[in-house]
C-alpha cells in the first residue's frame, strides 16, 4: 500500500506541515511514548523527495532553513508516528533540465540519525544522469533529452511519470533483499 500526500508544486516551507497533517488524520499521532505506533514501524517505510519545488524556489542562503523544516518533520514522524525507516531522495540534477541553463543548487545535505532509525540517502542525480545519457533504454528517445512534455520532461523543471517510475524501480532495487 502506497500513501502519497505531496502534490505537484509543494514546497517543504509552505506546505509540508499540511502535508503532515494529512497524514496524521489517517494514522493518529501516539498519545504518549509508551504508546503503540499507528503503524507497524517493522513495515513502513517513510520516502522524503528533496525535491526541485524546495531547492529551485530557494536562495542559497535559505537551504539550511529547506533542510530544518525538513528534518523536523522527519523527527516528529519518528517521535509521534514511530517511524523507524527513511529513504531520502536527493533532488534531481536541475541543470539538465530544459529550464535551468544558469541554476545552481546545493549537494550537500546533512543528516542526523539515531540508533533506532534505519535511513537511506538515494542521489538521483545518477539514475537521471542514465537516463540522459541513454534515452533510448529507457524507452525514451534523444530529442526528449532536452524537450518539454516529452518523454523525460514534463515540463520546463519537471519529470514526467515514466521517469518516477524508473526512479522507483531503481529505488526498490536498492533497498529491498532480492526475491
Given at each position: 500500500m502506497v500513501y502519497n500526500f505531496a502534490f505537484p508544486g509543494a514546497t517543504a516551507e509552505d506546505d509540508l506541515e499540511d502535508e503532515l497533517a494529512q497524514f496524521y488524520k489517517m494514522f493518529p499521532k501516539k498519545a504518549s511514548p509508551k504508546e503503540s505506533?499507528?503503524?507497524?514501524?517493522?513495515?513502513?517505510?517513510?520516502f522524503v523527495f528533496l525535491g526541485i519545488n524546495d531547492w529551485g524556489r530557494s536562495a542559497s542562503d535559505e537551504l539550511d532553513s529547506v533542510a530544518e523544516t525538513v528534518l523536523d518533520v522527519v523527527h516528529d514522524l519518528y517521535v509521534k508516528a514511530g517511524a523507524r525507516n527513511f529513504v531520502f531522495i536527493y533532488v534531481p540534477t536541475v541543470n539538465c533540465s530544459p529550464?535551468?541553463?544558469?541554476?545552481?543548487?546545493?549537494?550537500?545535505?546533512?543528516?542526523?540519525?539515531a540508533k533506532e532509525a534505519t535511513m537511506f540517502l538515494l542521489l538521483s542525480q545518477q539514475m537521471l544522469a542514465a537516463v540522459l545519457e541513454d534515452p533510448l533504454e529507457f524507452d525514451s528517445s534523444d530529442d526528449d533529452v532536452t524537450t518539454e512534455g516529452g518523454g523525460i520532461w514534463a515540463d520546463d523543471l519537471h519529470l514526467t511519470s515514466d521517469v518516477h517510475d524508473i526512479y522507483a524501480e531503481q529505488i526498490l532495487t536498492s533497498i529491498l533483499p532480492p526475491r
Open positions: 505506533p499507528p503503524l507497524d514501524s517493522t513495515k513502513i517505510t517513510y529550464q535551468a541553463a544558469d541554476s545552481a543548487s546545493s549537494d550537500e545535505v546533512r543528516l542526523n540519525s
